[in-house]
């Protein structure tokens, strides 16, 4: 049997929100089978404060991933930390948090990644599931598109398109296999254009935001000391959100993403489009041949 994880000790962190600029504390805690991923807002006493980490309660998507609960309960920009938990093979945790952001950190999932790699994992005593995509589902309008079609891994190909010549790659496929998201994607940043900042401050985003946790693009500059980290920094930023927001399907994926141009919108709206199509997906229980390349993964494989 493939089983479920989940940590083995409950670690914390601190940092600022991206958009609100507010300070919070955010601890990751052990859960049981079958619990999956929720937040629980520390904050809220008058109403439900537990927030479950799923597509259907994906409330707003500009700019960043918010989730919301029946009680108006939210928990914004979540897609940093629901990919490092995809990337670390974390099925069930309980994720306290004293304000209505995820902390940005230094704007990728890296820090999240280290995070679980300190407290450790531990295996649970029920099957792993994952989602085998079974047909071909889209989502789209005129100028974006997201497709999710039939694979035995995980796969993602995603394209970019921004008038800028600074972003020179624009065009990345990965297998995410062998622990390539926690080596190769996971440390790519978050990034903004320097034209738009007054824009988006004064609609109330990115007011946390800053050189030390936003990649910050002007004309053909990059602002940032010491460059970027990766010469498709972009696109492979744009993959890490397409992992965390796919994530929120509940379970890991069997299925290959082509992506152009998409973003949280149409990540959530595919999320959307293939559980509307019961014909189109079933969950499976993994298999050691599904997941034979995860246990490639060093943390995987001192725990296994």
């Known amino acids: 049997m493939i089983s479920q994880q989940t940590l083995k000790t409950s670690i914390s962190c601190t ?8 300070d919070c504390v955010m601890t990751l805690h052990p859960a049981g089978s079958d619990h999956g991923i929720v937040f629980k807002r520390t ?25 919301q609960n029946g ?7 979540v897609e940093h930390l629901m990919a490092a938990l995809a990337g670390c093979r974390i099925d069930n945790a309980l994720i306290e948090i004293d304000g209505p952001e995820v902390p940005i950190m ?17 295996k649970l005593d029920a099957p792993r599931k994952a989602i085998r995509v079974l047909k071909p589902v889209t989502a789209a309008d005129d100028r974006r598109r997201i ?3 039939p694979d035995d891994h995980f796969s993602v190909n995603f394209e970019i398109e921004f008038d800028s010549p600074a972003i020179t790659e624009k065009q990345l496929d990965v297998k995410l296999v062998n622990g390539t998201f926690n080596e190769k994607i996971s440390g790519a940043r978050t990034f ?6 007054d824009r988006l401050r004064a609609a109330g985003l990115g007011r946390g935001g800053n050189l ?5 693009v002007d004309g053909d500059k990059i602002l940032n000391e010491g460059g970027l980290r990766f010469q498709d920094e972009f696109v492979r930023h744009k993959i890490l959100d397409c ?5 929120l399907a509940g379970a890991p994926i069997l299925g290959r993403v082509d992506a152009s141009k998409s973003g949280h919108l149409f990540n959530n709206k595919l999320l959307r489009a293939l559980f509307a199509d019961e014909s189109a997906w079933e969950l499976v229980e993994m298999t050691p041949e599904m997941a034979a390349a995860d246990h490639d993964h060093p943390l995987l494989a001192a725990t296994a």
């Open 15 to 22: 940092g600022v929100g991206l958009h609100g600029g507010v």
């Open 43 to 67: 904050d809220i006493s008058d109403k439900n404060p537990l927030v479950p980490a799923r597509w259907d309660m994906v409330h707003d998507a500009t700019m960043c991933t918010r989730l």
């Open 71 to 77: 009680d108006g309960v939210s928990v914004s920009t």
């Open 106 to 122: 230094d704007g990728s999932s890296e820090p999240f990644v280290l995070l679980i790699e300190c407290a450790g994992v531990a």
């Open 147 to 149: 497709e999710l079609t």
């Open 192 to 197: 903004g254009f320097m034209q738009d900042i």
């Open 212 to 216: 030390d946790n936003v990649v910050i």
């Open 243 to 247: 992992v965390g927001d796919l994530y």
